[in-house]
C-alpha cells in the first residue's frame, strides 16, 4: 500500500528564514510520482511540482526548492527567504502510474505553515 | 484557473438529507476524480470516472455514489448526510490515458465544494 508521512503538524517562522517542509513516502511500485500541492486559506489546491521516480536530480524553482532521495524515500521541500505569502498548508502526494487509465493521488496529512511579520 | 469548474461553491444542509455536487472537467479531459477533505480523514481519494466508467475506487462510503455524464460532467451523491460527511469535497479532471506522458496524467483541481452538515 501507498502512504505519504508529513511528521510536522505545524511549522511557524518569522519572515526571511528558510524552512524545509519533510515528506517521506512508502510504495513497493519501482515508478511512481511524487508532488508537492499548496492550499492558501482561500481553499484551492495549488500544484507546485512533480517529480518522476527515474529522476533523482533536485530542482528549484526561484525561492523554492525540493531534494528528492529515493535511498531515504524523501521527497522534502524548502522555501528560501519565506514570505508572508507563503502561509498556507502544504501536502505532498504520491501516485503510482496510471493503469488502463486508473490513478489516483495519496495525500499526506499536509503542514500548515505560517509565516510570520 | 485551472479550467475544472465545481457548484456550488458551498452547501449547508442538515442530517439525514441528501445534497447533490457537480463538476465539469476541463475541455477535452475524460477522467474525473472526487476528493474529499475532512479535518479527521484529511485529504483522500474518494472514486475516478473515465468516460462514463467507474475506474478507481478509494474510501467511498456506502451513502456516497458518483457518475459521470456523456457530456462527462460528473455528480457526487451523498445521501443519509451524518455530521462528520462535513469536509471540502474536490473535483479532479485529467487528459486521457498515454498522452500525459511518463505513465501519469496531471490531476487538475477544481475550487472545491464545502459541504457544512448541521
Known amino acids: 500500500a501507498q502512504k505519504v508521512t508529513q511528521a510536522q503538524t505545524e511549522i511557524s517562522v518569522v519572515e526571511k528564514e528558510d524552512v524545509t517542509l519533510d515528506c517521506v513516502y512508502e510504495?513497493?511500485?519501482?515508478?511512481?510520482?511524487l508532488f508537492w500541492y499548496k492550499q492558501p486559506p482561500s481553499g484551492e489546491l495549488v500544484f507546485l511540482i512533480r517529480?518522476?521516480?527515474?529522476?533523482?536530480q533536485n530542482e528549484i524553482s526561484g525561492r523554492y526548492s525540493w531534494n528528492f532521495q529515493k535511498s531515504t524515500s524523501s521527497f522534502n521541500f524548502t522555501i528560501t527567504a519565506s514570505q508572508v505569502v507563503d502561509s498556507a498548508v502544504y501536502f505532498c502526494?504520491?501516485?503510482?502510474?496510471?493503469?488502463?487509465?486508473?490513478?489516483?493521488?495519496?495525500f499526506g496529512q499536509g503542514t500548515r505553515l505560517t509565516i510570520n511579520p | 484557473d485551472s479550467g475544472v469548474t465545481q457548484t456550488p461553491k458551498h452547501l449547508i444542509t442538515a442530517t439525514g438529507q441528501r445534497v447533490t455536487l457537480r463538476c465539469s472537467p476541463r475541455?477535452?479531459?475524460?477522467?474525473v476524480y472526487w476528493y474529499q477533505q475532512s479535518l479527521d480523514q484529511g485529504l483522500q481519494f474518494l472514486i475516478q470516472?473515465?468516460?462514463?466508467?467507474?475506474?478507481a475506487k478509494g474510501n467511498i462510503l456506502e451513502r456516497f455514489s458518483a457518475q459521470q455524464f456523456p457530456d462527462l460532467h460528473s455528480e457526487l451523491n451523498l445521501s443519509s448526510l451524518e455530521l462528520g460527511d462535513s469536509a471540502l469535497y474536490f473535483c479532479?479532471?485529467?487528459?486521457?490515458?498515454?498522452?500525459?506522458?511518463?505513465?501519469?496524467?496531471?490531476?487538475?483541481f477544481g475550487p472545491g465544494t464545502r459541504l457544512t452538515v448541521l
Open positions: 510504495t513497493r511500485d519501482t515508478t511512481y510520482y
Open positions: 517529480r518522476n521516480s527515474f529522476d533523482e
Open positions: 475541455s477535452g479531459d475524460l477522467s
Open positions: 502526494a504520491l501516485s503510482e502510474p496510471s493503469f488502463q487509465g486508473a490513478q489516483k493521488l495519496v
Open positions: 470516472y473515465y468516460n462514463g466508467e467507474e475506474r
Open positions: 479532479a479532471s485529467s487528459s486521457p490515458p498515454g498522452t500525459g506522458g511518463a505513465g501519469y496524467n496531471e490531476q487538475f
